[in-house]
């Protein structure tokens, strides 16, 4: 079995030996579980590479929190003791402030427009601003449109969240948000969260449909409103050290794959949020949309202006508001 310190060791051997291309396969961590879309996404990049290096280049991928936390696999890509990972864009937050501009609340009006965006220009150069900090940054995946959910009745105005305790991940940016919103911000992991709701230590949180359907909190949770507050993204990197020890051919057979399985992984996301949607609605789960979302994101000014500083960012944001995309 492959784990942090047999990592950590091989690292560390194959920076002190400068260990030549294709010696072994490239290993690869995700948090989610190996049916997850975006364990399939990678799986898929991984089989257009070994087709087009003849089997030379090879992506073996340890699911389902395997090798630790995003946080720890993150630390082991930036080191090059891990090849590859997938993880969302919070843990990236505190060394690139571009990827902080996916997660601002209210940014995009549609998954199109989040789509178009970051497969364009704004998402390239957040892509590319990885690079100093030790990784390569490949592609984004679909983490879909998050809303809030609770125990106590539906989400119509922000004055229904006010004295909510709220579960967030441990993100400065999602506690400002729900401070904003009137709610009290509670970072848990999401481990902690279904027991959480049945023991009242929370009153509610906030995911897309599939987390909400898998993690079976709509059984303690059953008001799901359609806020669509955050469309933040995924985001598939590769360590710069194993990145210099390829050819240019090869980096090349390496972006090409990763954006052509985009599309793989959308497709199984959008199942995935049909099916889920359809199974917790099944269940009896009240869902409700949001008729006067300005109400919510007329009170974000506060968190956009702590979290957007730098003329780079700011930048970023208009670009991508001026995208505009799809309904």
Known sequence: MINRRHLIASGAALAVAGCGRGERPLHSADAHLADYPTVQGVQAMADMVAERTSGRLSVKIFAGGQLGSERDTLELTVFGALDLNRVNLAPLNSISPETVIPSLPFLFNSIGHMRTALDGAPGQQILDALAPHGLIGLCFYDSGARSFYNTRGPILEPADLQGMKIRVQNSDLYV????????????????????????GVIDGAENNWPSYESTRHFEAARYYSLTRHVMAPEILVMSRH???????????????????????????WDARVASSRERVLAAGVEANEVADIAAFSDRMESVWDRFVRTDVQRRLVEDIRNMGGEA
């Open 176 to 199: 400002a948000m729900v401070e904003a919103l009137g709610a009290n911000p509670t970072p848990m992991s999401l481990g902690e969260v279904y027991q959480g709701l049945v023991q």
């Open 242 to 268: 194993r990145w210099e020890r390829l050819s240019e051919a090869d980096r090349e057979i390496f972006r090409e794959a990763a954006r052509a399985s985009v599309p793989v992984m959308r497709g199984l």
